[in-house]
């Protein structure tokens, strides 16, 4: 379970590691992302060893990923399958900011179309100062840059080609909660 095996096929690194821990958490180990064993309390039931392989959902959760991440991506997280997860994430970003504004845009035309401009549709503050224009300007970026950088390449590139780690999933379903919660109290 050395990552550095799983160089040719990353995508199968994190499902195997947590099938493993699965069956580990009985004998009271586990092994983590460093392919490296440590202690954990042992498993008893089935149902605790599951629940214990569950890391990905268990860290989002630890983290309050916004409800409605993980409505849009439960199946792929449930199969522990960051790639979709994702793009299921960018593509709730959409969804949201389409059912706020009235747009049926997608990617950076709905970007643009809803929160830029001198009179966005959706706004995130009061827009009264430069600052408050600034920071208008830069979460309308940040969502386009969280497009082009997440939800395009998984549409477009093979899931083989483009690997996506457990702490990079994280991280972007991070950041796809901080944007469903700027725009679930946007105007």
Not at 2 to 9: A, F, L, S, V
Not at 56 to 71: E, Q
Not at 113 to 118: F, K, V, Y
Not at 163 to 168: C, F, R
């Amino acid at each position: 379970m050395k990552p550095e095996r799983y160089t040719k096929q990353p995508e199968r690194f994190e499902p195997m590691r947590a099938n493993l821990n699965q069956a580990l958490a009985f004998s009271g180990i586990a092994i983590d992302a460093k392919g490296e064993l440590s202690s954990v309390t042992r498993a008893e039931t089935l149902t605790e060893a599951a629940r214990r392989a569950d890391e990905l959902r268990a860290d989002l959760t630890r983290r309050g990923v916004h409800p409605d991440v993980l409505r849009f991506c439960r199946a792929e997280l449930v199969a522990d399958n960051y790639f979709h997860a994702v793009l299921e994430a960018a593509k709730s970003i959409a969804d949201k900011l389409r059912a706020k504004s009235g747009l049926i845009e997608d990617g950076a035309k709905l970007v643009d179309a809803a929160l830029c401009g001198s009179a966005p549709r959706v706004a995130i503050n009061d827009l009264i100062t430069e600052s408050q224009r600034s920071e208008q300007s830069g979460f309308a970026n940040l969502i386009k840059g969280t497009f082009g950088m997440f939800r395009n390449p998984t549409a477009h590139e093979a899931r083989v080609l483009w690997a996506m780690s457990k702490e990079d999933a994280e991280d972007l379903l991070s950041l796809a909660s901080l944007i469903h919660r700027r725009l679930d109290s946007a105007r």
